[in-house]
């Protein structure tokens, strides 16, 4: 059993990694005596529905539990899927002292926490991440949202969960570009901030790719405890919260020209990372040698190294200026100084972005 | 000029009320250098929105100000005008550095708030409030919301604004109904926390409806002062600002009732309160002196004293279960102890709520 806390003085919450992550105390007392709606989709549900609700129903815990099972896919991060959650939350007549419970990937994560902060101007809600990628990355630090035909997550909240709990075997039944997919935020964070987990990684991806327990637990581990202490130093992205986004405006662009429809978000992600280091070795900052190792570790993950050819780059551009990092019409680049360092780039040449897009 | 300002710590700002509010040196800070969108409606925009560009478009101020005109009325307090909002917002590029400016009563001021809480997970916002309800409640507090067909304010955010800018000439263009509706705010206040200022109203009704310049900013500052107390004491709502909703409960169910399209805000509220001081009589703590002098002030307002009769008691009370107030399936109502002093009451008689419902 792994337990992390996302400091954030009174809005402190526990993050909890083990095969017995939802049966953790903390997370019973969250659910005692409540009404809970547990929401998830289609694909999770008949795998994971059953399991969660015998772990809350102990008689003991006289929890009202029921369930708001959506559709699967980015496609449905959007407005008329809060309207179906805050619909049934009317309905039901759901009040304030309520709880939500996210089941699910990123897109059930997001939805759901945006749905959390908005509700009755904002109910409690639970994290329960079943993909590598929400453990690791979208379930830690309280970024809700949903997307808009022009941008991706482009209408949210900042607001915390109560709790995320990490069941590892969740990702026995996770399909093989899925886990690449959240492999993408795992190297992520060697980049920008742990040059020593790097090499971790290089050493031990094969037995990651192999899902082997240990390893996955210790990738897991690192990642969650790297996003939370980025996290509790800047809560709503002031400063340094933005390295996170590392490849995020490459890969968002990635995602907006294909409508959401094709590459998952960690693959956009994956080639937006090879393009941000691409461009930092076009400023100076990374060798041939680094550019080969983070190419090599992309590889080796199953990730793609360049956007999909069909996407111009002026359409690329132009896509990237609806980023949020763009301030003031400038827009902003996470670029690496070296592996193991990020930073946000306002000066850059547009020739020398255009020449990596 | 009169200047208050709400204490939030951080999120602190100003309450200016002065015909000189629009050029108040911090609105001019505020604006200067960004991209500004102010956010109107039909009635108002003809009205006021060249005097408020001509105020903030000073050369040395460098903003970008454009506008988004919308339909006027309750019902579009929807989230498919806040779609309308971000469509805008991203088809012209603001970015997370714009600032919004409501300019408008409390439909434009609540929908443009939730508008600004959300966009891009959070950009800042002036309330410009052009109604006497809007200047004395909804624009400071930071509650933000739209409406859901099951219910009123049911979608929303606590996201305070940057400042709130009274120009009290408004007031000069409000129709009668319009205004009677604000003064049951300002009654509210009496009634809730200020004996003394309910003496005072009642002493100045009639200069006060006769919209006497110094009355009125009399009537605002102290309305004003008196929201700020309880806001900054308690801004989520966890206890003491629940009074704030004297009246809401009974009102926001006969608003629903007639799906917010034929009494304003305000005149349910009215009603609402004289329902409320009703039962408050019924529990034994007001007498029929109390309740001669609550019903006289809020008919000399102009002000109903009671719900339509089309509607049944048993609707009523079916509807009153939707409202925020209700905690864990118990419905708790705002119930006047004496003249000047509100409670939450939880505990209260089912049979003397339908009586009086």
């Given at each position: 059993m792994k337990k992390l806390t996302l400091e954030l003085g009174a809005r402190s919450y526990p993050i909890v990694i083990s095969p017995e992550a939802w049966n953790d105390a903390s997370l019973s007392e969250q659910v005692r005596g409540r009404r809970a709606l547990i929401i998830s989709n289609e694909t999770i549900a008949p795998l994971y529905l059953d399991r969660l609700k015998s772990c809350l129903s102990?008689?003991?815990?006289e929890v009202e539990l029921d369930q708001l099972i959506l559709p699967d896919g980015e496609q449905y991060k959007t407005i008329n899927t809060l309207e179906k959650i805050y619909d049934r939350l009317l309905e039901s007549h759901y009040d304030r002292s309520c709880i939500l419970i996210a089941l699910g990937g990123g897109v059930i994560g997001d939805t759901v926490g945006f749905a959390a902060a908005t509700y009755q101007r904002g109910v409690d809600f639970i994290q329960i991440p079943t993909t590598l990628l929400s453990q690791v990355?979208?379930?830690?630090?309280?970024?809700t949202a949903v997307n808009h035909p022009l941008g991706k997550n482009m209408i949210g909240a900042f607001y915390q969960p109560k709790g995320v709990y990490i069941?590892?075997?969740?990702?026995?039944?996770?399909p093989e570009r899925e886990f690449s997919a959240g492999m993408a935020e795992v190297i992520k964070y060697g980049l920008i901030r742990d040059n020593a987990f790097f090499g971790w990684l290089e050493q031990n991806i094969e037995a990651i790719m192999a899902r082997d327990p240990d390893c996955l637990a210790e990738t897991i581990l690192v990642s969650c405890r790297t996003k939370a202490e980025v996290v509790s130093a800047d809560e709503t992205e002031q400063?340094?919260?933005?390295?996170?986004?590392?490849g995020h405006t490459f890969g968002h662009a990635i995602e907006a020209a294909q409508h959401y429809k094709h590459w998952l978000h960690g693959e956009a992600v994956g080639a937006g990372m090879a393009m941000a280091a691409r461009m930092s070795q076009n400023m100076g900052w990374l060798d041939s040698t680094d550019m080969t190792r983070i190419e090599s570790l992309l590889s080796a993950a199953n990730l793609p190294l360049e956007a999909p050819q069909d996407i111009s780059a002026e359409k690329m551009r132009s896509l990237m200026s609806h980023d949020k990092k763009v301030t003031r019409g400038q827009l902003r680049l996470i670029l690496l100084k070296q592996i193991g360092r990020a930073e946000v780039i306002n000066d850059f040449d547009e020739e020398q972005l255009l020449a990596v897009l």
């Open positions: 102990g008689a003991a815990l990355d979208s379930s830690v630090g309280g970024k069941d590892l075997t969740t990702l026995e039944t996770l400063g340094l919260r933005a390295i996170l986004n590392l």
